[in-house]
């Protein structure tokens, strides 16, 4: 059983950066393409950005240039740094791990506010 754990969620000031982090536990991590999504209620869920096993990443078009994804293999963590914040970005992030199956974290939230 792959268990995800998140952390580095907060309030920040509109221009502000966060880095959010997720620790995987119970799997062979370098072996899953990780990723973060948030959804805001009501609202679509949002492939903010992944990575996969090999290190390639993709990012939203909404978030690319102030994101960024990395992966510690060593240390089974993945990465969401998070520059030039919005209150747009403003809902919960969600870290995922897959490879055959998809799992999922409990959620973050990141609140953008002055």
């Known amino acids: 059983q792959v268990q995800l754990v998140e952390s580095g969620g907060g309030l920040v000031q509109p221009g502000g950066s966060l880095r959010l982090s997720c620790a995987a536990s119970?799997?062979?991590?370098?072996?899953?393409?990780m990723g973060w999504y948030r959804q805001t209620p009501g609202k679509q869920r949002e492939l903010v950005a992944r990575i996969t096993s090999g290190g390639n990443t993709n990012y939203a078009d909404s978030v690319k240039g102030r994101l960024t994804i990395s992966r510690d293999n060593a240390k089974n963590t993945v990465h969401l740094q998070m520059n030039s914040l919005k209150p747009e970005d403003t809902t919960v992030y969600y870290c995922y791990a897959n490879y055959r199956s998809v799992y999922w974290g409990q959620g973050t939230q990141v609140t953008v506010s002055s």
């Open positions: 119970g799997t062979i991590f370098r072996l899953y393409a």
